[in-house]
């Protein structure tokens, strides 16, 4: 079964949340809205490790097109930019964002909110690869074709 289609959901959510968390943190006091976009970060960045992983298996079994080369080669390297993107984050946040309120943290926030762009970009690739050029899809004419006989006496 390939995982890569179930897996990429989970860090695009996860980090989604994460972001809207380091925005309450930005106007709340409250230290929760940090802690919680940290650990959302933590465990978005794991999810982004596995769908990274499991894309690598997913595309060991394409059949290969030029259309399919060209926008796999985009969406792996977007795939690998939000990952190291993501992890340089998340090492900034513990390090360098000591008051969430700080010109550090607005800072932070935008850049945070502009790899979760890249990683819709890059998601945006695989989407084509699936839905434009049917990679990794079974073909379902054979399927079709079986639906539409008409029945033999």
Do not use: N
């Amino acid at each position: 079964m390939p995982w890569h289609p179930f897996l990429v959901h989970f860090p695009l959510a996860l980090l989604v949340v994460a972001g809207l968390a380091y925005l309450a943190s930005l106007r709340s006091p409250d230290p929760f809205w940090a802690r919680s976009g940290y650990l959302l970060h933590l465990a978005g960045l794991a999810g982004l490790v596995l769908a990274t992983l499991s894309g690598r298996q997913a595309e060991a079994g394409l059949v290969m097109t030029e259309a399919i080369r060209e926008l796999l080669q985009t969406h792996e390297l977007m795939g690998y930019g939000t990952l190291w993107a993501f992890a340089l984050l998340l090492v900034w946040r513990y390090l360098g964002v000591k008051k969430p309120q700080s010109l550090t943290a607005w800072a932070f926030g935008l850049v945070f909110w502009a790899m979760i762009g890249l990683m819709a970009w890059g998601g945006w690739y695989g989407g084509r690869l699936v839905y434009q050029e049917g990679a990794g899809v079974a073909p379902m004419r054979p399927h079709l074709e079986q639906q539409l006989k008409p029945d033999s006496p």
